[in-house]
RNA sequence: GUCCUCGUAGCUCAGCUGGAUAGAGCAUCUGCCUUCUAAGCAGAGGGUCGCAAGUUCGAAUCUUGCCGAGGACGCCA
């Protein structure tokens, strides 16, 4: 269904047909791309420049032949040669025609190709950790992590989403902690201060409040106290992830990844295959470091696969390092069997990828493809004001303060806007009152509208025939045609998508098709010949029809991938 | 100090991994609702793509060096 790649075959084979000596790269070098101006055609390609290069032949004799070949196909019209060595081509009425018939035939599946060819993708994302519930910081890598996962399942992909509980370790003693101060408060009718460790925020107190009235509690088992804290905290969590429409098949806990013996497991291997000596790491620079000091200790050779220094797996008091752990739980990924390991992660952990790259290698798993997409901060800005947040005051805008108020479907549209690796700046009041300036209801507006024009033939008893139509007798007028060369992007834009693990390329795709349709609804508003209902001649209806039911049909599944609804009315 | 990311219109950002005259939204200005949804459309102005070299038919895109912004460089998680 790429009439890009489709075409660029045909060139290939054009070539293959008329010279010899044409070297294996070239099938990468040529390319073949719908060219922004008009007048380069329909589709333009480098070829006659790559090809002279290579043979050291005239440019215009390669284009002659080249020419020659190309037009025994039906579908082009005419094909020019042009300096500095571009083959632009035109299709046929014809062409356009047979496309809307085959993609229309395609239904929902139009876009949408195998491209994984089912290979296992686990996708790790969020992986708050367990301490409160979501704020604004996670949300980008939620909402990226969601759609990406759901891009990659509908392209044959299959896919994994999973969730990393740091349910161990200093911060979940904290919590405990904190719970536990809250606990005594209400026993002795006290009020306390908090320490500087402990958590701050009100959610901790609910879920004491919560504890105090189960009868099987007890203020001093504290194992226990931690498991309740992790398991209401995640509840918490839970609860944003699903008003955000974002769902998980995993939530794995670290605790049980030690539990198991995956910690030794790893330990093992690594020093099976030297990867482990105890030694001194350099003093390290840039931060005031004055508590430092020259200690032996485990380290892990992660520099011999890329990272810049080695790195610590066991701490002064025996027990492993956060690192170590994230080690643990990329072995037990890996050994579950994924082709790829996607990680999702906040742009302040990029100097983190090389080591746990590092250490898959070093595990053994060289066929396993490691990616990270980092999201980049997100910065709230109320009143032209960047509002900062801090750790320590428990000053956190959360999730669930800002979702009731600006709806799931214009948060999701809009934390996709940007490239991921981009900053992103998150206007509240762009959101809440200027709600009209909103992309997502652009894009919505086109589907309604569409919705809308079907309505009315009813209503006339126009048929709407979305079936086959006959390609020799149809006409078709140039901005019929540039609908259909938009839609005809679609499976280039899904591709690339894909390719590069990058969704907002279906945001803008979705943005710039809705556009494209506006100007074409507009056209029948100022002259008659254009109105989508031609009376007069119900085949040009027919065209007219089927090409609308296309562009309804990929903005509602380009949406779908965004979980973002549609709707007939608006 | 080292490393990573970024720098595109007044503002917020795309730019199909090297293609032809660099695009969109917002803001400013001008038109368009007795006619299929004006949450819309058409048009105007607005640019030394941070700066400078290099690579080549061709650079916003690749390389190097500066300048500027953010981040990372712990036995924290």
Redesign the pocket.
């Known amino acids: 269904m790429n009439i890009y790649q489709e075409t660029k075959n045909k060139i290939l084979d054009a070539l293959y047909q008329n010279f010899k000596n044409l070297n294996e790269g070239i099938e990468n070098k040529v390319?073949c791309?719908?060219?922004?101006?008009k007048?380069?055609?329909d589709i333009?390609s480098?070829v006659i420049?790559?090809v002279s290069?290579i043979l050291k032949l005239d440019k215009k004799n390669i284009s002659k032949i080249l020419i020659n070949t190309l037009l025994k196909n039906k579908y082009f019209d005419r094909a020019e040669f042009?300096e500095?060595?571009?083959l632009?081509l035109y299709f046929s009425n014809e062409f356009w025609l047979n496309f809307l018939n085959k993609i229309s035939l395609k239904g929902d599946k139009f876009g949408f190709s195998n491209l994984g060819n089912n290979r296992k993708v686990n996708i790790e994302f969020v992986s708050a950790?367990p301490t409160g519930p979501l704020h604004i910081g996670h949300l980008r890598g939620a909402i990226f992590g969601d759609v990406l996962s759901k891009l990659l399942s509908k392209t044959g992909f299959i896919v994994t989403k999973e969730y990393y509980v740091?349910d161990?370790?200093?911060?979940v003693e904290n919590l405990a902690i904190t719970l536990k101060h809250h606990l005594k408060n209400y026993a002795n009718s006290e009020n306390l201060k908090m320490t500087e460790n402990m958590y701050k925020g009100e959610y901790l107190k609910k879920i004491a409040e919560k504890l105090i009235k189960s009868p099987s509690f007890n203020i001093n088992d504290f194992e226990k106290l931690k498991e309740y804290a992790v398991k209401n905290n995640l509840d918490l969590i839970k609860k944003d992830l699903s008003d955000l429409g974002v769902s998980f098949n995993n939530f794995i806990s670290e605790k049980k990844i030690h539990d198991n013996g995956l910690m030794e497991n790893v330990y093992k291997i690594l020093k099976k295959n030297d990867y482990i000596y105890n030694g001194f790491?350099e003093k390290?620079?840039?931060?005031k470091?004055e508590k430092w000091?020259?200690?032996k200790?485990l380290l892990f050779k992660s520099s011999l696969h890329g990272d810049?220094?080695d790195?610590?797996l066991k701490?002064?008091?025996g027990?492993w390092?956060?690192?170590a752990s994230d080690v643990a739980y990329h072995y037990d990924k890996a050994i579950r069997g994924y082709d790829e390991i996607i990680n999702i992660w906040g742009?302040?952990?990029?100097?983190?990828i090389d080591r746990v790259r590092a250490s898959l290698l070093a595990l053994g798993f060289k066929n396993t493809l490691f990616t990270v997409k980092l999201c980049?901060?997100v910065n709230l800005i109320d009143k032209k004001k960047v509002i900062k947040m801090s750790k320590r005051d428990g000053n956190f805008v959360l999730v669930s303060d800002i979702l009731p108020k600006i709806g799931k479907d214009v948060l999701r549209f809009f934390m996709l806007?940007?490239?991921n690796?981009?900053?992103?700046?998150f206007d509240l009041e762009k959101c809440l009152n200027e709600?009209?300036?909103n992309?997502s209801?652009?894009v919505q507006?086109a589907y309604?509208?569409i919705?809308?024009?079907k309505r009315?033939a009813e209503q006339k008893k126009q048929q709407i025939n979305i079936k086959q139509i006959k390609t020799k007798s149809a006409s078709l007028s140039i901005p019929e045609i540039d609908l259909i060369k938009s839609l005809s992007l679609w499976p280039?834009i899904i591709e690339?998508s894909v390719a590069?693990r990058?969704p907002?390329?279906i945001v803008?795709f979705l943005?710039e098709l809705a556009?494209n349709f506006?100007?074409y609804?507009?056209?029948?508003?100022?002259d008659?010949k254009?109105?989508?209902?031609a009376e007069q001649n119900s085949e040009l209806t027919h065209v007219r029809f089927l090409i609308l039911n296309i562009i309804q049909k990929v903005l509602k599944n380009g949406l779908d991938l965004l979980s973002v609804s549609v709707k007939?009315?608006?």
């Open positions: 390319t791309e719908q060219p922004k101006n007048k380069f055609g333009s480098n420049l790559v290069k042009i500095p060595g571009f632009n950790n740091n161990l370790g200093t911060q790491l390290p620079k840039g931060k470091s000091k020259p200690v200790q810049k220094s790195r610590v701490k002064e008091n027990d390092t956060y690192f742009a302040d952990h990029a100097g983190y980049q901060i806007t940007r490239k690796d981009a900053h992103l700046d709600t009209n300036e992309p209801f652009y507006y309604a509208r919705s809308s024009i009315i280039k690339s590069y990058e907002h390329r803008y943005i556009g506006h100007s609804w507009s056209l029948g508003k100022s008659n254009y109105k989508i209902l007939d009315k608006m």
